[in-house]
């Protein structure tokens, strides 16, 4: 065993696509704004950015691209236990701090969370399942979510399952198995899509299995495209694709047709602009805004929701005008993404570099040893 060239390969990073990176903040950000906006608009025909929660297809749909560009060439060298590594010391720090976040929000709540009406015992089982990414969806007053304290965590509960099935089958097989796999995944969606009347579940324990339909297609089509090296040139630019991915989001709610328009942009649409993204030129001025809004994307994601379960206590408790709900939902997105800077600089990137030295450390220690 070359240890040298070994522990080279399992520490590689690979440059960005910018464009891809800014379109993720793009997604990031719509993703915050739908939450706001669904608490004040149950009836999501008047809502203007009802179909907001696609962004999450949208991600997973990029993260297939991503894993294979970035793992695909040397998932073998670096063996299954280190990819496995690798996406841990990348995803989960986060995952523990929102799970946090969403524990405080809970207990100190000014506007009601009442966690009276939950034993100790409860709340602490709750915690756990979150930190370590166990679906536990047991509170009724919180929509029976996966993960009560965090709610976006559902995703990522489902691309760690992407992440495993790309380790142990997707990253061996042929690129005409993983065509017939994604042909069968987009027959899943549809049908759910069409059962639902929309692609909206996956986040509660009644909708569990819609989230795994909905990464199954996303993902391996992310994953094709990048086998198969489906990559646009153009000069759209990352302004020009990101209002592409922004009138997905933004296009009319209809209960009559979501069954259809929703998979349609998700089986076609997305994918499109995951090629155009990659094959896009990047404007030198917008460089630094997609790298910053690739940078807290994730953050931004995994920390926010603990505030939101704090505004939906306030809306049903206060109900602010338009006025003033508007105000508080632009401030706050503010301060949420200022908030994830923070996480970001102060938590998350300390402790991801500091497990990545402990990590090469221990790889230099192999490779003198020559094992």
Known sequence: MNTNNNSATILQTKQHFNILDGLRGIAAIAIVIFHFMEWAYTDFS?????????????????????????????INKMGTREFFKSRLIRLHPLV???????????????????PELYSAGKIILVFVCSMLLIPFPVMADRGYN????????WSLFWEYIANIVYAFVLSKIHRRYLLL????????????????GNL??????????????????????????????????????????????????????????????????????????ISLGAGATLQPGLKSVCVFFGKISYPLYMTHYAV??????????????????????IVSLVLLVGAAYLVMVLYDIPVRKYLGKKRAQRLRKLRASGS
């Not at 995944?185 to 549809?190: E, S």
């Not at 704090?310 to 105000?327: I, V």
């Open 308 to 329: 939101l379960w704090m505004f939906g206590n306030y809306y049903t408790s206060h109900k602010p005008g338009t006025t003033q709900l508007t105000f508080i939902i």
């Open 146 to 153: 996966l993960f009560s304290f965090n709610a976006p965590a």
């Open 200 to 273: 909206l579940g996956g986040w509660s324990g009644p909708s569990f299995w819609d989230g795994g339909a909905r990464i199954s297609y996303s993902f391996m089509a992310g994953l094709l495209i990048y086998r198969s090296d489906w990559i646009i040139k153009n000069k759209l630019g990352f302004v020009g694709i990101a209002i592409l991915l922004s009138l997905a989001f933004v296009m009319p709610f209809s209960d009559q047709w979501n069954w259809l328009s929703e998979p349609l942009i998700v089986l076609f649409y997305f994918p499109l602009l």
């Open 96 to 114: 523990i701090a929102g799970s946090v976040l969403g524990l405080l929000a809970f207990l100190f709540d000014p506007f009601g969370g009442h």
């Open 181 to 196: 796999l994604t042909v069968i995944a987009a027959a899943a969606l549809c049908l759910v899509g069409y059962r639902s």
């Open 46 to 74: 008047t809502n203007f950015i009802a179909h907001g929660f696609l962004a999450v297809d949208f991600f997973f749909c990029l993260s297939g691209f991503v894993i294979g560009y970035a793992y695909d060439d040397r």
